[in-house]
């Protein structure tokens, strides 16, 4: 099993948390991966003395590419990603999170199963969680399947039973993914790229990303074993809501009281 994770350097703080948490609970026997975008040779070092079985692949945020990609000038552009960073997504910045979270992460995602071995399992999380308890009932859910998420679909459902248009957006929750490193896996994870791709990033709406891997449920859903993480993640892990540097300051302060 490996453990992986994808930053950019305005949430280089909650690696501190994750990993604190996660080695209180868990050890650090398991491999953990952190591909990170714009971190300083002083955060990695920070970083990588938290956790002794860990691997960092920090690459270059190019903002200019970005930003010709998507029509908006630079200087809006790191307003956006320092907003999504400390606060929350809004209507205006969403963009960035679309373009960051709901794309570049799923795809690093991709890469790093390709460089796995058969019937491996990957377990990717947002940065932005605590641990509050042993892996163990997650990793067991997800071994058993090709590929799973959290799911919400039960909550959004019509008086026929479908699930209502609108809430496509909130039909999944991707903070937490597993795959096992199969046919099925990677046919997933493929089908849920090409969703993304389908759409330009300006184009698309907040939760898109939600939205792509849902589709990509409905199209594969008789032909792979597909599990749902809701009820064992909700005991495994703490996931930061609201403005994100309160949220940090009070999983630290948690983790501080710990004995």
Known sequence: ?????????????????????????????IPIIFDTK????????????????????NSKLDINKLSYKLGIKKEVLLNYK????????????KVWKL?????????????????????DILLHFDIDIIFISKINNLYNSVKNNDFSTI??????????????????????????????????GLKFIDKWINY???IHPIHRKKGYAQAA???????????????????VSNCTIDIATGMKNK??????NEINNWK
Not at 99 to 119: F, H, P, Q, S, Y
Not at 213 to 230: F, V, W
Request: hydrophobic content about 35%.
């Open 151 to 184: 799911f919400r679909i039960d909550q959004f459902l019509d008086n026929n039973g479908n699930l209502r248009k609108e809430k496509e957006v909130k039909a999944t929750a991707i903070g937490v993914q597993g795959y096992t490193k199969n046919t099925n």
């Open 213 to 231: 891997c849902y589709y990509a449920y409905k199209d594969l859903k008789n032909e792979m074993k597909i599990g749902n993480l809701k009820e």
């Open 82 to 93: 320092e907003e999504t960073e400390k606060n929350k997504v809004n209507p205006e910045n």
């Open 99 to 119: 373009m960051i979270a709901g794309d570049d992460r799923i795809k690093t995602v991709r890469k790093r199963l390709n460089e796995m071995n058969r019937e």
């Open 38 to 57: 714009d971190l300083t040779i002083s955060e990695i070092k920070k970083i990588e003395s938290l956790y002794k079985n860990l691997e960092i692949f």
């Open 196 to 198: 993304i791709d389908d």
């Open 1 to 29: 099993m490996i453990i992986h994770f994808y930053f950019t350097n305005g949430m280089s703080e909650w690696a501190e948390v994750f990993l604190k948490s996660f080695k209180y609970f868990n050890g650090e026997e």
């Open 247 to 252: 949220a940090v300051k009070k999983f630290k």
